[in-house]
Every structure is written in C-alpha cells, then in structure tokens.
C-alpha cells in the first residue's frame, strides 16, 4: 500500500504549520519539517539563511534534497516502529515544499501518493501570524519566497485561510484525503428489544459481539463515542454492534450519535410462548423500527418442546409454523433462535 504524502505549500504564514499539526493530532500523521532537512546541510542560520541554502540545494540536487529527507525520515521510522506504534505510518505530512523541482522529486518517487495543498493569505494577514517578525519584510521579498506562490497553480487543493478557519482548513483537507471513510459505507448494527422490556439480551449480545470492533450501549455506564471517535471508527471500517436499551432504533442511533445512514441491519429481539404471544406489539415493534432480522427466544410450552434443538430443521411442526408467521407480520426473517430462555447460545440460520 503507498505512502500517502500531504505537502504542504504557501506563503510565511500561511497556517502551513498548523494544518500539520491538525493531521498529526487528529489523524496520526507523522509531521516532516523542511527546516530539519535544511539542518542536515547547515541551515541552522538565520531565515534568509535557509531561503539561500533551498535555492542552492534546488539547483544542486534539482529538487531531490527534500524527497530524500522523506524518504530517510519514513525509512528510520519503520526501523523504529515495533518499538513504538509497531506499523509504518500510512499518511505523512511534509511542512513544507517551495517549489515546483522539489514538487517533482516528491512525485517521481515510487511508493508515495503525493497530494499538494497549497494555503495562501494576503500580506498583511502573513505579517500579523508571522513568528519572526523582524525579518518578514526581507524574507517576504527574497525571490525563493515569490517563487512560492506559483505553486497555487500546481495543488489539487488551494485554500485562502485568511477566509478559513484552521478547523475548516483541516476538514476541507481530511475530506479530500478520504481520511473520514465513505459516507456511505454501513458498518453500523443495531438490536432493539421488542415487546417484552424485561427481555434479557445479553446472550445474543455475547454471541455477536465477536464479529464486531466497538460495542456500544447508549445510556449505560460508558461514555459515547464523541463525534471524532465514531469518524475515526468509519475510517478505519471498524464494524459497530449498538444495543438499544429502548424500544425505538431511531432514539437509540440519535442518542448514540450515528448517522442513520450508517445502519446496517436492525435486529428486533423478542419472546414468544406461543398462543399468548403479543401480534399486535410485535406489529407495532416492526412498523417502528423497519428491522431486517428476528432474535426470538423462545418461552413456555415452545420452549418445553423444543429445548434440545440445535438447527432450524429440529424444531417442531408447531414452532417452524408459529415462526413462519412471526416473519410475515413482521416482515423480516427469524435469524437468530434461542430455544429457551436458559439458552446460553442462539442458533443462527445464516453466517452473521
């Protein structure tokens, strides 16, 4: 999988640096200063001082002397990743690029998806944000720092930041990295209990809950995922099982803070004895949540029948008619069957 490499151009004080330090702080990306590849040639002076060494290195090296610096700088990471994060980064932020050869050695390098963003901000702003004031006026003005606003016309990404705060600057850039996941990727399961509040539904939620990277349960002890959390989640493509405390899929996405639009399946679990089963709740469960699978549980005489069954195929007469039934008013398949309530373990009918 390529290395995908955000750089970074634009004038002094542009907000270069802190959308750096945005990606590497919200996303994890490893941050690459220029100014550290410039110290290993003796730019250690004065900010001119590194302007002049930049075009000399330019010409020198036609641009290679940044894509180097990368390179060796991902190279020692993945030496040392075991013994701190144990992968090699995928996403790396180089702070930053100033012109078109250096632009090019990034390009032409194999292994790297190079995305340019170009930040840009009129003078006066530049000025204000500046962090060496005294020297803006002749750095401002020396040639490599003119060069740099051609680079506008290279970048698949330009933003005016004097009109865009450092928060929209970084969402504008994470969207058009993909690094929020696809908006319509359902990764999101939901079980809501049906007509029976006191249902106990942590023998399904045990059974599934291996299938799935976060497990959630709104309004319990545990705090809910903050907005940043569930994004990083999608992006990642990490499953969600979600189960409702409440009777309602829609209440229990809204107080989880999922998107609707996230949901996968719903299943509506429920208890059933047989005759004295509850149509018209379970008409109502299903007209309220729209649910694409059954947890059924079974109770009383079904239960006494139908205890030692293991498959679908075992159950009796009686019960595969009674569930037949159950899926036709509620319009969704039984996927999920307990044979009593002391049952540690569902059956499932099809691989979850």
Same mark, same amino acid.
């Given at each position: 999988?390529?290395?995908?490499?955000?750089?970074?151009?634009?004038?002094?004080?542009?907000?270069?640096?802190? @959308? +750096?330090?945005?990606?590497?702080?919200?996303?994890?990306?490893?941050?690459?200063?220029?100014?550290?590849?410039?110290?290993?040639?003796?730019?250690?002076?004065?900010?001119?001082?590194?302007? $002049?060494?930049?075009?000399?290195?330019?010409?020198?090296?036609?641009?290679?002397?940044?894509?180097?610096? !990368?390179l060796a700088a991902l190279h020692g990471h993945a030496l040392d990743a075991p013994s701190r994060t144990g992968r090699v980064p995928r996403l790396i932020i180089v702070d930053a690029a100033s012109s078109d050869a250096q632009l090019d050695g990034l390009r032409? *390098?194999?292994?790297?998806?190079?995305?340019?963003?170009? @930040?840009?901000?009129? $003078?006066?702003?530049?000025?204000?944000?500046?962090?060496?004031?005294?020297?803006?006026?002749?750095?401002? &003005?020396?040639?490599?720092?003119?060069?740099?606003?051609?680079?506008?016309?290279? =970048?698949?990404?330009?933003?005016?930041?004097?009109?865009t705060s450092p928060e929209a600057v970084l969402v504008r850039v994470a969207s058009r990295l993909g690094l929020y996941g696809r908006p319509g990727e359902?990764?999101?399961?939901?079980?809501?209990?049906? &007509?029976?509040? *006191?249902?106990?539904?942590?023998?399904?939620? !045990?059974?599934?809950?291996?299938?799935?990277?976060?497990?959630?349960?709104?309004?319990?002890?545990?705090?809910?995922? *903050?907005?940043?959390?569930?994004?990083?989640?999608?992006?990642?493509?990490?499953?969600?099982?979600? !189960?409702? =405390?409440?009777?309602?899929?829609?209440?229990?996405?809204?107080?989880?803070?999922? &998107?609707?639009?996230?949901?996968?399946?719903?299943?509506?679990?429920?208890?059933?004895?047989?005759?004295?089963?509850?149509? /018209?709740?379970?008409?109502?469960?299903?007209?309220? #949540?729209?649910?694409?699978?059954?947890?059924?549980?079974?109770?009383?005489?079904?239960?006494?029948? #139908?205890?030692?069954?293991?498959?679908?195929?075992?159950?009796?007469?009686?019960?595969?008619?009674?569930?037949?039934?159950?899926?036709?008013? &509620? #319009?969704?398949? /039984?996927?999920?069957? +307990?044979?009593?309530?002391?049952?540690?373990?569902?059956?499932?009918?099809?691989?979850?």
């Open positions: 999988m390529a290395v995908t490499v955000v750089v970074v151009s634009g004038p002094i004080g542009a907000g270069k640096t802190t @959308l +750096a330090q945005g990606l590497a702080r919200r996303f994890g990306a490893l941050h690459l200063h220029s100014e550290d590849f410039l110290r290993e040639h003796g730019g250690d002076g004065s900010r001119r001082t590194r302007q $002049e060494l930049t075009a000399s290195l330019d010409r020198e090296t036609a641009g290679r002397w940044l894509v180097d610096g !990368v032409g *390098s194999p292994g790297l998806r190079v995305v340019h963003v170009h @930040l840009e901000a009129p $003078e006066p702003e530049q000025a204000l944000r500046d962090a060496e004031p005294d020297s803006f006026e002749a750095a401002w &003005a020396h040639p490599a720092e003119r060069a740099v606003y051609a680079l506008a016309a290279l =970048a698949e990404l330009v933003v005016d930041t004097a009109r359902r990764l999101v399961d939901l079980v809501v209990p049906g &007509a029976h509040d *006191s249902l106990d539904m942590r023998p399904l939620t !045990v059974q599934l809950a291996p299938h799935y990277a976060l497990l959630l349960r709104p309004g319990g002890p545990d705090p809910r995922p *903050s907005r940043e959390e569930w994004e990083d989640a999608f992006a990642r493509g990490h499953r969600v099982l979600v !189960v409702s =405390a409440g009777p309602s899929a829609s209440g229990c996405i809204q107080t989880a803070g999922i &998107a609707p639009g996230r949901v996968r399946r719903v299943v509506l679990a429920c208890r059933s004895e047989g005759g004295a089963f509850d149509w /018209v709740g379970l008409r109502e469960a299903a007209s309220l #949540n729209t649910p694409t699978d059954l947890a059924l549980t079974l109770a009383g005489e079904l239960a006494a029948t #139908n205890w030692a069954a293991r498959r679908f195929d075992q159950l009796t007469d009686t019960a595969r008619h009674h569930l037949e039934e159950l899926e036709r008013v &509620a #319009n969704a398949p /039984v996927s999920f069957l +307990a044979p009593s309530p002391e049952a540690r373990h569902f059956i499932e009918r099809r691989p979850w």
